[in-house]
């Protein structure tokens, strides 16, 4: 008997499949109610799975909470939090507030959602113009969002960036990668499997060597390939490129 399919092992739900949410720090967001107008920043600390640091603020009030650090950001650094804050790095301040062609980071798209935009290691947003109670910021993709006026961010760009530049050299550094996130890696293709291990595997060359289309209904060990495909091959009437 062959091992069963790696959609059938994950289906069993084995810690190696689960979602290692719990290893995480904390959710990185704003509070949806700010108690205090100052905060100071406390400690720094790496998120697992996550690249951007994250900066753990205390507030004048005693609450706590995590949010992407910015370039700049220093343990023991005091920051201002709300309306008439300074746009300067490290400060949360409201977005209607905020001069064009600042840098922001963990943009609010509405006043308490914690922060939507801008938030992956080394981006950030630019605030391009106002329309009624509508800013206007420039997201990392280039496309132009409409947040709420309230909406909080940070002035700065997100610490962390450049790390798609390091390569990764050994396959041990992929694998502590991807331990930490939910994806099952590496990943192997069927073809390359031993007849006994999957319905592609085998054969005297690396190919499926018949039709990949299988039934909505197959059972679960021969479900691969072009699952109730609609049509296979060519269409009639096309021409070869």
């Known amino acids: 008997m062959g091992k069963r399919l790696l959609q059938q092992r994950a289906g069993r739900g084995n810690i190696n499949f689960r979602s290692p949410g719990w290893t995480r720090v904390a959710p990185a ?9 100052q905060g100071v920043v406390v400690d720094i600390v790496h998120n697992p799975g996550q690249v951007a640091p994250l900066a753990k603020i205390i507030t004048d009030q ?16 005091a920051i201002s939090i709300g309306p008439g804050s300074n746009p300067t790095a490290g400060n949360i301040v409201v977005i209607s507030e905020v001069p064009e062609g600042t840098l922001v ?10 922060g939507k935009f801008a938030r992956a290691a080394g981006s950030y947003a630019v605030v391009v113009g106002r329309a009624g109670n509508k800013v206007l910021i420039r997201l990392p993709s280039g496309k132009i969002a409409q947040v709420g006026g309230d909406a909080l961010a940070i002035v700065g ?13 050994k396959a041990g550094n992929a694998y502590w990668k991807w331990k930490k996130k939910a994806h099952k890696w590496p ?3 069927g073809v390359a499997m031993n ?11 690396q190919s499926v060597s018949r039709s990949s289309t299988v039934s909505r209904r197959a059972p679960p060990g021969r479900k691969v390939g072009h699952i109730a495909a609609r049509r296979a091959g060519r269409k009639k009437g096309t021409e070869a490129a």
Not at 105 to 114: F, L, P, W, Y
Not at 157 to 169: D, I
């Open 62 to 77: 005693n609450e706590e909470f995590y949010v992407p650090a910015v370039q700049g950001l220093a343990v023991g650094q």
């Open 105 to 114: 980071s963990n943009v609010e798209k509405t006043r308490g959602d914690g």
């Open 157 to 169: 760009t997100v610490a962390g960036g450049g790390v798609t530049e390091k390569p990764l050299l």
């Open 187 to 189: 990943h192997v293709r």
């Open 195 to 205: 007849a006994i291990s999957h319905p592609h595997g085998g054969g005297s060359h």
């Open 29 to 37: 967001r704003f509070p949806s109610v700010i108690k205090g107008k």
